[in-house]
């Protein structure tokens, strides 16, 4: 790639792409026009414009930026772990063009000022879309709801308390009606604690063995289908984080079935790793809900590919050195996860024979940003013009010193992974390039 970020003009093309929407990687190579930040044609075959600045790609994969629906940028309160300027430009390093941040702050995200002020920090970093959502409680101490209507009008696109369920069933039904009544979801952390404890890992022959104490897959198998028929009796849009037992699955699959608004994710690291790594003693692989056994980990992966489970969504969850390098009980919860994603699922899912590149990416991109009704996700005519270049073949090795992320606790440290993100744009702009790690602010 040949171009320095800074002279990349208002109108130009980019050639010899194999363009990847719709859930569909198209055989022929063909271009991308953008104009004055839009999509103006995309095309197969040799451009049709004549008198732009033309980039060949080189026969990489041209595709609709990526959108996350569960990250952390810790802003404000805990910027030593993260900002919404670091995170965004870990998002652009992977291909991510939208995001949707937790409320899980210090303090939560549980009035409209503070919604206004991610979206504002998001817009002055400008290398991604921030879509907030709101807590919902006060404090994300699950005793009053927050005032959703005003955090909507702010700019919120989502309700939850993630990190923390929601224990009161009258406070969840209340929060699904509300938020119905304002056309958002309600995103539910399925966890019940009277059953997950003090539990740091999967109860399971590997807790068992290292002496510590265990979560159950009940704990959220139980929240799960409580949560569900509060959606059934509301008629709400109910969207269900980090889906981890094969458990859930086959409750959001009768769900589904029988007409409930209920739309769910799951990350990498449940998409493909299990607890036996927990062995390490690593706190890598320390996360919440924590990774499962096997048979979890290929129910999960062929929901994906059903489409039972809608969508990716990484759960970016940095935290610092420090913190990290505590006993495995004592370490906190959760791993970064935006640079890696795309090369995780292409690795692992793509390249196993499980899920087509395609559906990938529209699991990644199209299929997320309708969840949640965002104004992103599609390489279609007349849209802005996120999108993204990969290289679906090159092989790299994950280095955490390398990450873009102010935090490098990352669960793929060391691992060889296949299909790299080469360049970023939104609305037409380069906001990250492979080459040299340029990033426009």
């Not at 807590?135 to 308390?161: K, Q």
């Not at 086959?250 to 690291?269: D, M, N, Q, S, Y």
């Not at 692989?285 to 924590?290: G, I, Q, S």
Request: net charge negative; with cysteine; glycine share 10%.
């Amino acid at each position: 790639m040949d171009w320095n970020w800074r002279s990349i003009p208002a109108e130009y093309v980019i050639a010899n792409v194999r363009v990847c929407r719709g859930g569909k990687l198209a055989k022929r190579r063909g271009f991308l026009h953008v104009k004055k930040g839009k999509v103006e044609t995309v095309g197969v075959g040799e451009p049709t414009a004549e008198g732009f600045p033309t980039l060949d790609a080189g026969g990489w994969v041209c595709a609709p930026g990526l959108v996350d629906l569960h990250a952390h940028f810790r802003e404000p309160g805990q910027e030593e772990k993260e900002t919404i300027a670091t995170g965004s430009r870990a998002a652009a390093a992977g291909g991510f063009t939208a995001v949707v941040t937790m409320p899980n702050t210090q303090p939560a995200i549980d009035n409209a000022g503070l919604v206004r002020y991610v979206i504002d920090r998001g817009l002055e970093a400008g290398l991604c879309r921030v879509f907030p959502t709101g807590a919902i409680s006060t404090g994300r101490t699950g005793e009053t709801l927050c005032e959703y209507g005003e955090m909507v009008a702010a700019g919120a696109v989502g309700f939850t308390d993630d990190g923390s369920p929601v224990a009161h069933g009258g406070l969840m039904r209340n929060a699904l009606e509300y938020a119905s009544m304002l056309g958002v979801p309600i995103v539910s952390h399925a966890e019940d604690r009277t059953l997950a404890g003090a539990g740091v890992m999967h109860e399971g022959y590997w807790a068992t063995r290292l002496g510590l104490e265990g979560i159950p897959r009940a704990a959220e198998d139980a929240c799960t289908y409580r949560d569900i028929e509060l959606a059934r009796a509301t008629g709400a849009h109910l969207h269900v984080a980090h889906v981890s037992t094969r458990g859930s699955v086959e409750l959001i699959r009768r769900a589904k079935a029988e007409g409930v608004r209920v739309t769910a994710e799951a990350t990498p690291h449940h998409l493909t790793l299990d607890h036996s790594l927990c062995r390490s003693w690593s706190t890598m692989f320390k996360m919440n809900p924590p990774l499962r056994e096997p048979d979890d980990v290929a129910a999960v992966a062929q929901a994906l590919a059903e489409g039972v489970i809608d969508c990716v969504s990484t759960d970016h969850a940095p935290h610092t050195a420090t913190e990290k390098e505590l006993q495995f009980d004592q370490a906190p919860f959760g791993v970064v996860g935006l640079e890696t994603a795309l090369a995780v699922g292409i690795t692992h899912l793509v390249r196993e024979g499980r899920l087509d590149l395609g559906v990938l990416v529209q699991r990644m991109s199209e299929r997320p940003a309708e969840i949640f009704h965002l104004p992103c996700g599609r390489l279609e005519e007349g849209n802005d013009a996120d999108f993204m270049l990969f290289d679906p073949d090159e092989i790299w090795s994950v280095d955490p010193a390398a990450l873009q992320s102010k935090s490098k606790n990352t669960a793929f440290a060391g691992q060889t992974l296949t299909g790299r993100v080469k360049a970023t744009f939104l609305r037409g702009r380069l906001t990250w390039r492979d080459a040299d790690g340029s990033l426009e602010k």
